[in-house]
């Protein structure tokens, strides 16, 4: 039994890390408002491509954006750190999409320590950014 509730308490013990991805396409249902009969509203195929990654301390809404710790450029892609460290605030994850106003925003949990996020500036979506090869936070 003491074993029992020593190897639990061990179990418990262990940090906790949580990964968290932004997904890499966006769908989108947007209804255009035509200003009149003579307009047509047309859309482009998706999927939306992640573009972006923004870290915020505490909500977006609140424009505290974390700074990058470091950023490289190395055989053909950007590399970007944000190292996060303890905050009173939660700290959120944004992912941008091309073509599109919408965003997808989630909290990371607590033990989320940094992000690390991989461009390709080969491709590009004009203003919107570069494609992001990979992205991860944990």
Same mark, same amino acid.
């Given at each position: 039994? *003491? ?8 179990? +418990?013990? +262990? ?13 989108? *249902? =947007?209804?255009?408002? #035509?200003?009149?009969? &003579?307009?047509?509203?047309?859309? #482009? &195929?998706?999927? +939306? ?12 809404? =609140? ?11 190395? =055989? ?7 190292? +996060?460290?303890?905050? *009173? ?10 073509? #599109? ?32 090869? *990979?992205?991860?936070?944990?």
């Amino acid at each position: 039994m *003491r074993l029992v509730l020593a190897t639990a308490a061990a179990v +418990l013990a +262990l940090n906790v890390h949580a990964e968290v991805v932004c997904p890499d396409s966006l769908e989108v *249902r =947007q209804q255009a408002v #035509t200003p009149s009969e &003579d307009w047509t509203a047309t859309y #482009t &195929d998706p999927p +939306l491509r992640l573009t972006g990654v923004t870290v915020f301390d505490g909500p977006p809404s =609140q424009k505290h954006k974390v700074k990058p710790y470091s950023t490289k450029t190395t =055989q053909g892609e950007v590399r970007i750190f944000w190292r +996060l460290p303890v905050s *009173r605030r939660n700290f959120h994850l944004m992912c941008t999409y091309e073509r #599109t106003s919408a965003n997808l925003v989630t909290v990371l949990p607590p033990g989320v320590t940094g992000c690390n996020a991989v461009f390709d500036p080969r491709v590009s979506y004009g203003r919107e950014g570069y494609a992001v090869k *990979r992205m991860v936070c944990n």
